[in-house]
Structure formats: structure tokens, C-alpha cells
């Protein structure tokens, strides 16, 4: 099976604009879940997606956001971007409740 | 809500010589544990899982961990390490009841030859 599946791999943007990060999960894995991860904050936990449902939230600012689609594939959308949000967002998918999480690679967001 | 606890962000080790990355956990609930490993810019890859059954868990690359509930802890071991085992190590505990997947803050392996 092919693997998760992240688009872009990197990103510059400007402070203000915003962004949209793409995930393709393994197939028939229909949970999708979002980590920022920063070399001050470690790895933290964004959003987790199954069936098109927010099942899962951690403790974001209401600028971070996303959605899943009905094959699985979930966009992250960040809003008026900060200095702040630059990190690497990674997404992992899984098959069933509380088992392990498989990652993508990862984007690599530069906000300047 | 489960947490996890790495005790060590750094552990600096020779080739060859044997190495133990500790992980302790906190939950109110029975939980599921894993240890992941990341190299540099890429994702994290999944090295080991404890799901039920035998305390004693073999993964990936040689390493393996032992499930402790009693001193609630997940410690990550290998007998023999290499150079290429040089990466960041990652801790996790999730409730089997969501998939609400927590992290440690991580442990910097360096293998020095």
C-alpha cells in the first residue's frame, strides 16, 4: 500500500496570508489526524478527522482549521498567518480507534 | 487525558554499546504504547507497539520494549546500537476508546563512533 501523502513538502508564505496543507491517508484508513511540530513546543496535536467529523481538537486559536472529504483526504487550512505557525505540520492516518498512527513526511511551513 | 513523560532529551551513546531510552505514562484508563523515530525533515516512523499480550515488545531495527504497568513505563531498548540509529525518539500513549494519541516531548540519540 502506498503510504500517507503530504502536499506541498514546503511552503513560504507571508505573514497575513493563508495556507492550505494537504494529506492523503493509506488507503482505506479513514481517520486523519493534524500535529504541529516545533523545536520549542515538540509535537503537538491540531485536529483528528474520521468519517468527515472533527472527532478531536487540541488547543488551537480558531485560525487553524480543517475538513475531511468523503475518500478520506483531509486539508488543514491556517488563516492569517504569524511568525509563529512556522513549524512541521505532519499528518497521520490510522485504521481503527487508538491504534498506531502512520505519518507523512511532513510539510515544512516558513512564515516570514 | 493520558500524558507522557520522556526522562531524558538527550542520551549521547558509542557504537556498539547498548542503550535504554526511558518513557513513563500517566492514564486513568488502560492505554496502548508505541515508540517512534524520526531522522531529520522527515515524518515519524513507527518502531514498536504494546496493544495487550506479552509485556515484551520486538520492533523494527533491532530495539525493544517492555510494558511495566505497575511502574507505568514504556522503556525503549536496543543491545547494540549503530551510527545509524542517530535520530529523535518519540514516546506515545493513546485511549483505545479514540484516537486521542499523545506525545513526548522526545529523546535525542546520538551515536558517536
Known amino acids: 500500500k502506498a503510504g500517507v501523502t503530504q502536499t506541498p513538502r514546503y511552503l513560504i508564505k507571508t505573514r497575513g496570508q493563508q495556507v492550505t496543507l494537504s494529506c492523503s491517508p493509506i488507503?482505506?484508513?479513514?481517520?486523519v489526524s493534524w500535529y504541529q511540530q516545533t523545536p520549542g513546543q515538540g509535537l503537538q496535536f491540531l485536529f483528528e478527522?474520521?468519517?468527515?467529523?472533527?472527532?478531536n481538537k487540541g488547543n488551537f486559536p480558531g485560525r487553524f482549521s480543517g475538513r475531511q472529504f468523503s475518500n478520506s483526504r483531509s486539508e488543514m487550512n491556517v488563516s492569517t498567518l504569524e511568525l509563529g505557525d512556522s513549524a512541521l505540520y505532519l499528518c497521520?492516518?490510522?485504521?481503527?480507534?487508538?491504534?498506531?498512527?502512520?505519518f507523512g513526511p511532513g510539510t515544512r511551513l516558513t512564515v516570514t | 487525558a493520558q500524558s507522557v513523560t520522556q526522562l531524558d532529551s538527550q542520551v549521547p551513546v558509542f557504537e556498539e554499546a547498548p542503550v535504554e531510552l526511558r518513557c513513563n505514562y500517566s492514564?486513568?484508563?488502560?492505554?496502548?504504547l508505541f515508540w517512534y523515530v524520526q531522522y531529520p525533515n522527515q515524518g515519524l516512523q513507527l518502531l514498536l507497539k504494546?496493544?495487550?499480550?506479552?509485556?515484551l515488545v520486538k520492533g523494527i531495527n533491532g530495539f525493544e520494549a517492555e510494558f511495566n504497568k505497575s511502574q507505568t513505563s514504556f522503556h525503549l531498548r536496543k543491545p547494540s546500537v549503530h551510527i545509524s540509529d542517530t535520530a529523535e525518539y518519540f514516546c506515545?500513549?493513546?485511549?483505545?476508546?479514540?484516537?486521542?494519541?499523545?506525545f513526548g516531548a522526545g529523546t535525542r540519540l546520538t551515536v558517536k563512533p
Open positions: 497521520a492516518s490510522s485504521s481503527y480507534l487508538g491504534y498506531e498512527q502512520y
Open positions: 488507503s482505506g484508513h479513514r481517520s
Open positions: 478527522y474520521f468519517s468527515e467529523t472533527q472527532r
Open positions: 492514564s486513568s484508563v488502560s492505554v496502548y
Open positions: 504494546y496493544l495487550s499480550g506479552s509485556t
Open positions: 506515545a500513549v493513546s485511549d483505545p476508546n479514540n484516537n486521542d494519541m499523545r
